[in-house]
Protein backbone atom coordinates (compact mmCIF):
# COMPACT_ATOMS: atom_id res chain seq x y z
CA UNK A 1 0.00 0.00 0.00
CA UNK A 2 1.29 3.14 -0.72
CA UNK A 3 1.98 5.59 1.99
CA UNK A 4 3.28 9.37 2.88
CA UNK A 5 7.40 8.96 2.40
CA UNK A 6 7.51 12.75 3.29
CA UNK A 7 6.81 16.67 2.62
CA UNK A 8 9.40 18.98 1.50
CA UNK A 9 8.91 22.28 2.41
CA UNK A 10 10.92 25.37 0.88
CA UNK A 11 12.12 27.82 3.27
CA UNK A 12 13.59 31.22 3.44
CA UNK A 13 14.67 30.88 6.77
CA UNK A 14 15.61 27.18 8.47
CA UNK A 15 15.71 28.23 12.07
CA UNK A 16 11.78 28.97 12.83
CA UNK A 17 10.65 26.55 10.60
CA UNK A 18 12.68 24.12 12.41
CA UNK A 19 11.92 25.12 15.74
CA UNK A 20 7.97 25.68 14.62
CA UNK A 21 8.33 22.04 13.57
CA UNK A 22 9.73 20.38 16.93
CA UNK A 23 8.00 22.46 18.76
CA UNK A 24 4.56 21.12 17.53
CA UNK A 25 5.41 17.54 16.01
CA UNK A 26 8.60 16.78 17.91
CA UNK A 27 10.84 16.43 15.12
CA UNK A 28 14.58 16.43 15.64
CA UNK A 29 16.91 17.10 12.45
CA UNK A 30 18.99 14.12 11.52
CA UNK A 31 20.91 12.40 9.03
CA UNK A 32 20.86 14.14 5.27
CA UNK A 33 22.73 12.85 3.10
CA UNK A 34 25.77 14.71 1.27
CA UNK A 35 23.49 16.35 -1.42
CA UNK A 36 25.01 19.23 -3.70
CA UNK A 37 22.77 21.60 -2.22
CA UNK A 38 21.47 22.66 1.09
CA UNK A 39 19.48 21.22 3.72
CA UNK A 40 17.83 19.37 6.68
CA UNK A 41 15.96 16.35 7.26
CA UNK A 42 13.34 16.34 10.26
CA UNK A 43 12.67 12.91 11.65
CA UNK A 44 9.74 11.50 13.46
CA UNK A 45 10.06 7.79 15.15
CA UNK A 46 12.96 7.39 13.15
CA UNK A 47 11.40 8.58 9.83
CA UNK A 48 12.49 11.40 7.85
CA UNK A 49 9.20 12.94 7.41
CA UNK A 50 10.02 16.28 6.95
CA UNK A 51 12.28 18.03 4.33
CA UNK A 52 13.61 21.57 4.22
CA UNK A 53 14.97 23.13 1.43
CA UNK A 54 16.35 26.85 2.06
CA UNK A 55 15.83 29.05 -1.02
CA UNK A 56 16.04 32.70 -1.44
CA UNK A 57 12.32 33.86 -2.70
CA UNK A 58 11.06 37.70 -2.72
CA UNK A 59 6.92 36.91 -2.56
CA UNK A 60 5.47 36.96 1.07
CA UNK A 61 3.47 35.20 1.67
CA UNK A 62 5.60 32.75 -0.43
CA UNK A 63 3.12 31.09 -3.20
CA UNK A 64 3.36 27.63 -4.23
CA UNK A 65 1.02 24.79 -4.05
CA UNK A 66 1.54 23.69 -0.61
CA UNK A 67 -1.70 23.97 1.43
CA UNK A 68 -0.70 21.47 4.46
CA UNK A 69 0.46 18.21 5.65
CA UNK A 70 -1.85 16.45 8.34
CA UNK A 71 -0.30 14.17 11.22
CA UNK A 72 -2.58 11.47 12.98
CA UNK A 73 -3.45 10.63 15.38
CA UNK A 74 -3.03 12.55 18.51
CA UNK A 75 -4.61 12.81 22.18
CA UNK A 76 -6.77 16.51 21.86
CA UNK A 77 -5.66 17.55 25.39
CA UNK A 78 -2.46 16.94 24.91
CA UNK A 79 -2.32 18.61 21.93
CA UNK A 80 -4.29 21.64 22.79
CA UNK A 81 -2.13 22.18 25.98
CA UNK A 82 1.00 21.65 24.05
CA UNK A 83 0.40 24.07 21.05
CA UNK A 84 -1.09 26.57 23.41
CA UNK A 85 2.70 26.97 25.37
CA UNK A 86 4.04 27.31 21.99
CA UNK A 87 2.12 30.67 21.07
CA UNK A 88 1.34 29.59 17.65
CA UNK A 89 -1.77 30.80 16.38
CA UNK A 90 -4.05 27.15 15.89
CA UNK A 91 -7.64 26.77 15.13
CA UNK A 92 -10.72 23.66 15.45
CA UNK A 93 -12.15 21.45 12.97
CA UNK A 94 -13.42 18.36 12.24
CA UNK A 95 -13.81 16.60 9.42
CA UNK A 96 -17.83 15.70 8.20
CA UNK A 97 -19.22 12.66 8.71
CA UNK A 98 -16.20 11.35 10.90
CA UNK A 99 -15.34 10.77 14.67
CA UNK A 100 -11.75 12.72 13.43
CA UNK A 101 -11.34 16.07 14.95
CA UNK A 102 -8.53 18.61 13.22
CA UNK A 103 -6.14 21.00 14.66
CA UNK A 104 -4.75 23.18 12.31
CA UNK A 105 -1.16 25.03 13.86
CA UNK A 106 0.30 27.97 11.88
CA UNK A 107 3.94 28.84 11.87
CA UNK A 108 6.79 30.68 10.10
CA UNK A 109 5.96 31.32 6.15
CA UNK A 110 2.49 30.76 6.03
CA UNK A 111 3.26 27.09 6.60
CA UNK A 112 0.22 25.01 7.94
CA UNK A 113 0.19 21.63 9.69
CA UNK A 114 -2.75 19.79 10.70
CA UNK A 115 -2.95 17.31 13.92
CA UNK A 116 -5.92 15.06 13.78
CA UNK A 117 -7.46 13.47 16.74
CA UNK A 118 -10.42 10.94 17.94
CA UNK A 119 -13.26 12.77 18.73
Do not use: N
Not at 11 to 26: H, N, Q, Y
Not at 36 to 64: A, E, N, Q, T
Request: aromatic share 12%; hydrophobic share 35%.
Amino acid sequence: MPRLDHVTIRTRDPGPMMAFLEKVLGVKEGFRPPFPFPGHWLYLDGHSCIHLLPVDRKDDPPVGIYDHVAFAFYDRDIAIRDIEATGYRFEHDAIPGTDIGQIFVYGPESVKIELQYRR
